[in-house]
């Protein structure tokens, strides 16, 4: 754990809906233009088994501060969060036709589901009339109901409920264990085309897709073995308004239907794949989850580290995972989010908890543009826009990686002709040389009004009823262009598949590379070990061996070989020192190609030199010219084995210096 003692969250430095510390002007839906997403921190009560983080008493407490637009303390009660998050607010611009999100976030048993869903299964009980442990999504449900009917207003309910469980996408109003795809629409952006969606022209049929999206949840993670909480829950409610009190629309200045949506996210924990009890069934899964919730932390870093918004240049990973593109617009995009970020007050979570204010902080930075959603041509056009600012992101990713990729490959992509048809030249000729999709896409003519950034995109939409003719002009213009990077970006999708699968084949003949360097510096350190205890230890090392009569020698537990002379002249050499030795050029070099040996102030090479080959004075079988790193190795194991044998006696009886280590020890201390 790390040494943290207190995580201190400030409390309300800017109440959500009022006037941002963006500075932007609030509309009358308590909307800022260009609205940062808001974060709120929820603490959770401790339970009976859990400890709080120390406090004050003894050395004083680390502290590390946050600041955020609003904190629940553990006493905060459910029928408070609606308020305190600024969450009707939000409910309220849907109503006028804004795309809102409201996301928990945080580990595991934080108290995520607690917050957005309460205890959903009493819904199912027949004299259901509210309850206390209400979560977000019902009371915001009883919200919206409620305000039409003080406001006289009418507004068509609509709503569907998914959940994303290891990348999978399963439909939770019409359950089976079919997966769904997530299309892009230039119109609807990232969506579920085949996902279930249900009127709801009361609220009790509401409420009944919300139990029975739940029942599903439950369902499903009995058939497919999995926990609900290692799932995303994504319900979403989409409101539209057709017409209504001249007051309501005055904002939005159009007499045509507002169509809004509230998609409430229940993510799945947020710990680490390190704190889950992973079976090798559950590792795919953990890492799935991780793998949306990284992707999720990329987008956030990313739109971060960019002033919040898609722009810079920078390419924002959305389409990496199912979460990431269904959230798409929630982040960076023209949609209003709330994050609420659940932490446990235990010591034990101290931790994630601090790791979970981190990741809200980033999140606070991102800047979102809201737009009405009220046209469908201009909506359109809106979201085409966005989607051409994207791809072009996306476009010059992937020629950076292109282009890495072709400097790494070298010789080898330059070495590819014009004629060689391979598909790797093919896909690399589309993007260094310019194919006719590259060219049109590059040379065409510049798309200033039609791809502009988030930031030059229109604060509020205007009517859409003039300029006909013009919006279908510039639908077809940007349609064109989308087609161009899509075909093109596809295309170096692919090539980038293809370069990062290489990459990876080289990375994995590099880790096994030093897996082999690892495990040879291993048996080295076992053969020292050995070579000490038989040489009698450290106290008998210390004791200069004694003089050889001719020769330096290393031994070896060959039986039938026992000793290697080297070339040199000298004094003996210690086994450890040119094992020390033979360690540091492995470390050094990472290649086994020598072993420098160190002796009396001289040195040679004990590899790649050629020993001349001798007989031993027993007249036994050669010595061989050269020794490697293996033949080191390969002693050691065999001195292993023999030593395992019960063969030390005729170790003993082979008259070496460093064999018998009972019988050197007494010899030494003798000497
Ligand atoms: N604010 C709260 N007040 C009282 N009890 C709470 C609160 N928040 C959470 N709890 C309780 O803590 C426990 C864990 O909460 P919850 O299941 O919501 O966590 P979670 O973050 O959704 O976990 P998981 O990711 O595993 O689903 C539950 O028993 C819940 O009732």
Not at 59 to 85: E, I, M, N
Not at 578 to 596: F, N, P, Q, T, W
Not at 627 to 644: C, G, K, Q, R
Request: hydrophobic share 35%; aromatic share 4%; charged share 25%.
């Amino acid at each position: 754990m790390l040494g943290i003692r207190r995580v201190t969250v400030k409390k309300n430095f800017c109440r959500p809906g009022s006037r941002g510390s963006t500075g932007a002007t609030t509309t009358a839906q308590g909307v800022d233009e260009n609205d940062n997403i808001k974060v709120v921190v929820r603490i959770r009560p401790l339970n009976g088994r859990e400890v709080r983080l120390p406090g004050a008493k003894g050395a004083p407490p680390l502290t590390r501060t946050f600041a955020f637009h609003s904190c629940l303390g553990p006493g905060t009660k459910q029928a408070d969060v609606l308020r305190a998050c600024g969450i009707t607010q939000l409910l309220d611009a849907a109503l006028a036709g804004f795309n809102v999100t409201i996301m928990t976030y945080g580990q595991t048993g934080s108290g995520k589901t607690f917050t957005m869903s309460g205890r959903e299964d009493i819904l199912e009980m027949d004299d259901y009339n509210g309850d206390t442990d209400d979560g977000v999504v019902t009371r915001s449900v009883a919200y919206l109901y409620e305000t039409l009917q003080k406001r006289g207003s009418s507004c068509k309910f609509r709503a569907s409920y998914c959940e994303i469980y290891n990348e999978a996408l399963y439909d939770l109003l019409r359950w089976t264990k079919q997966q769904l795809p997530v299309r892009w629409e230039p119109a609807k952006g990232f969506h579920v085309p085949d996902l279930m969606v249900r009127e709801c022209p009361v609220m009790a049929t509401m409420l009944n897709v919300i139990s029975r999206g739940m029942q599903h949840r439950r369902m499903g993670s009995h058939e497919l073995n999995m926990e609900s909480s290692r799932s995303h829950s994504i319900m979403t409610v989409y409101c539209d308004t057709a017409a209504g009190p001249a007051s309501d629309r005055s904002s939005i200045g159009s007499s045509l239907s507002a169509m809004g949506k509230i998609s409430f996210v229940d993510l799945a924990g947020s710990e680490r794949v390190k704190d889950t009890k992973t079976s090798n069934g559950m590792l795919k899964e953990a890492g799935s989850i991780n793998k949306s919730l990284f992707t999720l932390g990329k987008v956030i870093s990313t739109l971060a580290d960019n002033g919040g918004a898609p722009g810079g240049g920078a390419h924002v990973p959305y389409r990496d995972s199912k979460l990431t593109r269904l959230l798409m617009d929630s982040l960076g995009g023209s949609a209003l989010a709330l994050m609420i970020a659940c932490c446990s007050p235990a010591a034990s979570a101290a931790e994630e908890t601090l790791s979970t204010l981190s990741y809200a902080t980033r999140a606070k930075n991102i800047r979102n543009w809201p737009v009405v959603q009220v046209d469908p041509h201009e909506a359109l056009v809106a979201a085409l826009k966005r989607e051409v600012h994207l791809l072009r992101a996306e476009n010059a990713y992937f020629r950076s990686q292109m282009a890495l990729s072709t400097k790494w490959s070298g010789a080898a992509t330059e070495a590819s002709t014009p004629s060689s048809g391979s598909p790797q030249h093919s896909r690399h000729s589309s993007f260094a040389e310019g194919g006719p999709a590259t060219a049109a896409v590059t040379e065409g003519p510049p798309p200033s009004a039609d791809a502009a950034s988030p930031s030059s995109a229109p604060k509020h939409v205007p009517r859409a009823a003039e300029g006909t003719v013009e919006t279908e002009r510039r639908l077809a213009q940007a349609q064109a262009m989308i087609s161009q990077y899509s075909s093109e970006n596809a295309r170096m999708a692919a090539a980038s598949e293809a370069a990062a699968s290489r990459r990876a084949l080289v990375d994995s003949d590099y880790k096994s590379a030093l897996d082999e360097v690892d495990w040879l510096k291993t048996r080295l350190e076992d053969l020292e070990t050995t070579i000490l205890a038989h040489s009698g230890g450290d106290s008998e090392r210390a004791v200069p061996p004694p003089a050889a009569a001719s020769s330096p020698t290393l031994l070896l537990d060959n039986p039938a070989q026992k000793e290697l002379t080297l070339p040199s002249e000298g004094a003996p050499i210690e086994p450890a020192d040119v094992l020390v030795e033979a360690v540091s050029v492995l470390g050094d070099s990472k290649a086994i190609d020598a072993v420098v040996i160190e002796a009396a102030g001289e040195s040679c090479d004990s590899v790649g030199e050629a020993a001349p080959a001798e007989e031993d004075s027993g007249g036994q079988e050669a010595v061989p010219k050269e020794m490697t790193i293996e033949d080191v190795v390969f002693s050691s194991e065999a001195e292993e084995a023999a030593a395992e044998h019960g063969d030390r006696e005729s170790e003993a009886d082979s008259g070496s210096i460093y064999s018998g280590s009972d019988a050197d020890s007494e010899e030494d201390s003798d000497g």
